[in-house]
């Protein structure tokens, strides 16, 4: 089952504040609503875990629902395949497995609901012609001339296109909202169109399909969602889910729709449609190319659902859209695989070495640990004789300083087993070095602290095994692939590799599909599950042991260097800001004892006793803020979401505005002396200029005005100002009543009461 999210973020405090309050009685019930039109990806991801998670945590449930309402594009292949990477992640929807198909009927008698209660009309004019009047966020939308159809009419046609007497296109059934609405989604949206295909689980029984904003609002309904979890880019139809249930209803539950960031990964793409470009132009194997970003992709490349779990946990849940550095996830990979991946021996380009102290024919079985420095966890027979193979990029003829492999007259240990030096370079044709003679000390095997330059990874040359070893990389070579003008433009063109010269120790042989290794020194590697058979496995590199991309200047992945250079040093970990300031606290009894107070004697969110409490200059700000009077709460909110960005990156302590100051100028707005709209303005002055927020208060003319003579001379400015607008709302252009106020609030510099404005003008507009 999968993982409920570890901690707090602002959709769990939603959840939390509904279940205290007795809202739907303390039931959760969230859904994961893919559309079976492709294969899930790691955006995906991110949404399974969160819904499932958020159920689980609080005693509730999630629904799978496959949004089936476009047959053009959808196929039983892709809900198979959703169904099985929904329980790789560890989904559990028990029983509740649904379909919008499964709705058809219900919906339609919805929409006949609300064409007889003259909320929609059937509209008989083109796309075209549609999109046309719909207008833009710069101007209003125009009235569709069949907008006052009869509801009898509307019906009729409505039944009609249900019957199959209209073509594709000839007719569709629109909403009844408002043309003029800022909203752009609320012009009288389409509700149902015409599409004469066959659907993969209801055939040929309909030939006209719901919209998406249409079907989404009452599937949640009909099932009793409580808490309806969509990403960001659906932010704007809100407005749009909300009136359909509010014209459709009453509900109980009555479902809400709550908003968070999409997943945006630097090197991929999580377009369907792009991703299904590179699966139809073969620029990938399919959809499972251990290459893309798709689950199905992700697990035959050998990554596990616990790694993208801590990978979910580690970039949190936002509320503001940004592209998450592809580090976390590869370091989230790299965690999760260190602990469950025995060592073994491969060398992928192998560099024959001939031991020439070693007597001829005879081969020893060394005993090898699966873990290294566990003895106890296991351990194998490995043959070990006069010829040997080691990686060709550990030898250098002229090593670089501190170089730590093999060269001439060095040594090194062979990981598990003997000390051996290099004595002679064995050439071939042109110069090309082709083979090393070495010499070993039998006592070192014996004796692990016998020094050497460092340990090499090796195989026996006859006795070891070949196999196909597939090298995989990041597919794309700028983290921002969208950016480019064609995509397909910045392929990395060595995302795949194939080492066919690889040799692994005799064990691996016998590798089961599916099982996870970490090959010494080369990476993580997976036994393909797909094509390995047992007793001849193919390997996937899942990931490499350090970020190769970390240190590169160049956008494109660098080639093998000519000459051996010096082995960069492991990449440090990726962690988040949290994590880092985690682990201050962790070391730092004071750092700890300040969070705690911040988040449990002052009630702040996590999330603000994090940030406050990290630095001692930031928490020494806020403490003086407190000094002064500002409440804790409102201090740490005007300090994260304003102050911060106002500063630039500033330090605290150098702002003109001290933390004291700062405090005074909370207490202002939280005394209503100033109102939040004037005291952004108040903020902005005090880190220009500096001064007394009192002062400024006075000289800026930004205390709230309460007066209503005041606030009457300022409508009355603001009418007329905007004499065109206030005849157009007389005349019945009642959206323009936002543009009056907010006229009217300018006139005012923001410093009167929003609601005794709003009630002036109405008065004023009669």
């Known amino acids: 089952m999968a993982d409920a999210p570890r901690s707090q973020n602002f959709l769990t405090e939603i959840v939390e504040r509904d279940i205290a309050a007795g809202v739907n ?5 969230t859904r994961f609503p893919p559309e079976p039109n492709g294969y899930l990806h790691i955006g995906h991801a991110k949404s399974i875990l969160l819904n499932f998670g958020l159920a689980r945590r609080y005693g509730g449930r999630t629904h799978l629902r496959f949004d089936d309402t476009n047959p053009t594009a959808e196929d039983v292949e892709y809900v198979e395949s959703i169904e099985a990477d929904v329980r790789w992640l560890g989904g559990d929807w028990g029983e509740h497995l649904h379909f919008a198909s499964d709705y058809f009927e219900r919906m339609y008698q919805c929409a006949e609901r609300l064409i007889r209660e003259g909320k929609a009309f059937v509209d008989s004019q083109s796309q075209e012609a549609i999109r046309e009047q719909r207008g833009s966020f710069e101007r209003p939308g125009v009235n569709s001339p069949c907008r006052d159809r009869p509801a009898a009419e509307s019906l009729d046609l409505f039944r009609r296109m249900r019957a199959g007497e209209f073509p594709d296109g000839a007719c569709v059934l629109r909403a009844r909202i408002d043309m003029g609405h800022e909203n752009v989604l609320l012009r009288d949206p389409l509700l149902y169109r015409i599409r004469h295909a066959r ?46 249930l509010d014209n459709l209803g009453p509900w109980d539950p009555r479902p809400r729709q709550y908003e968070f960031a999409r997943l945006a990964l630097g090197y991929t793409v999580m377009s369907k449609r792009k991703l299904l470009q590179l699966v139809a132009e073969k620029r990938v194997s399919g959809w499972d190319d251990p290459r893309m970003p798709t689950l199905a992709g992700l697990r035959r490349r050998g990554v596990t659902p616990e ?28 965690g999760d695989l260190e602990g469950r991946s025995p060592r073994a021996l491969a060398v992928l380009n192998p560099l024959p070495v001939l031991l020439e102290t070693w007597p001829a024919g005879e081969v020893r079985e060394l005993e090898v640990p699966w873990w290294p420095g566990e003895p106890g966890r296991g351990v194998r027979k490995v043959p070990f004789g006069r010829e040997l193979l080691i990686e060709r990029e550990d030898f250098s003829e002229d090593p670089p300083k501190d170089w730590k492999r093999l060269a001439p007259g060095r040594e090194v240990r062979l990981a598990g087993g003997y000390v051996i030096r290099c004595d002679e370079v064995v050439r071939g044709e042109g110069g090309a070095v082709v083979a090393l003679r070495c010499s070993h000390d039998p006592a070192s095997l014996a004796d692990p602290s016998r020094r050497a330059a460092g340990t090499l990874n090796w195989v026996h040359a006859t006795r070891s095994a070949s196999a196909p070893v597939r090298l995989y990389d990041r597919l794309f070579s700028v983290e921002q692939p969208d950016a480019a003008g064609d995509f397909l433009t910045v392929l990395n063109p060595d995302s795949f590799k194939l080492a066919p010269a690889a040799r692994l120790e005799p064990a691996l042989a016998q590798a089961e599909p599916g099982s996870r290794w970490q090959f010494l020194r080369q990476g993580y590697f997976y036994a393909d599950p797909v094509e390995s058979r047992p007793g001849a496995p193919v390997w996937n590199r899942t990931i490499p042991l350090k970020d190769t991309w970390a240190s ?14 010096k082995e960069p040093a492991a990449a440090a970990p990726r962690r988040s800001r949290a994590e880092l300031r985690a682990e201050a606290r962790a070391s730092d009894p004071a750092l700890a004892a300040r969070f705690s107070r911040f988040r449990e004697a002052l009630e702040l969110a996590e999330e603000e006793a994090d940030l406050l409490a990290a630095e001692p200059a930031t928490a020494a700000f806020f403490e003086e803020a407190l000094a002064a009077g500002a409440p804790p709460r409102p201090a740490a909110r005007w300090l994260a979401n304003e102050l911060a960005g106002l500063a630039g990156g500033r330090p605290l302590g150098s702002l003109p505005l001290s933390g004291a100051g700062f405090g005074r100028f909370v207490a202002l707005v939280e005394t209503g002396r100033v109102t939040p709209a004037a005291g952004k303005l108040l903020l902005s002055t005090l880190l220009e200029r500096g001064g007394e927020p009192e002062g400024l208060v006075s000289e800026l003319g930004l205390e709230k005005v309460t007066d209503r ?50 009630q002036v003008l109405q008065e004023r507009l009669g």
């Not at 998406?212 to 009452?218: F, G, M, N």
């Open 25 to 29: 009685g303390g039931l959760v019930v």
């Open 307 to 334: 790694a993208l779990r801590e990978f979910t946990e580690i970039i949190g849940v936002a509320k503001n859209n940004s592209v998450v550095d592809i580090g976390k996830l590869e370091y989230a990979i790299r």
């Open 552 to 565: 590169r200047g160049a956008a494109h992945p660098e080639r093998e260097p000519r000459r051996p250079r």
């Open 199 to 244: 659907h993969h689980r209801t055939g040929d029984a309909w030939c006209i399909y719901p919209m998406y904003d249409y079907a989404h609002p009452l599937e949640d309904a009909f099932e009793g969602v409580t808490h309806s979890i969509c990403t960001l880019e659906f932010e704007s139809n809100r407005a749009l889910y909300d009136w359909v």
């Open 709 to 758: 003579g005041a606030v009457e001379a300022a409508v009355a400015r603001a009418l007329e100002t905007r004499r065109a607008e206030a005849d157009r709302y007389r005349a019945g252009e009642k959206k323009l009543f936002g543009v009056l106020v907010g006229a009217a609030m300018k006139e005012i510099q923001g410093a009167a009461d929003a609601a005794l404005v709003r």
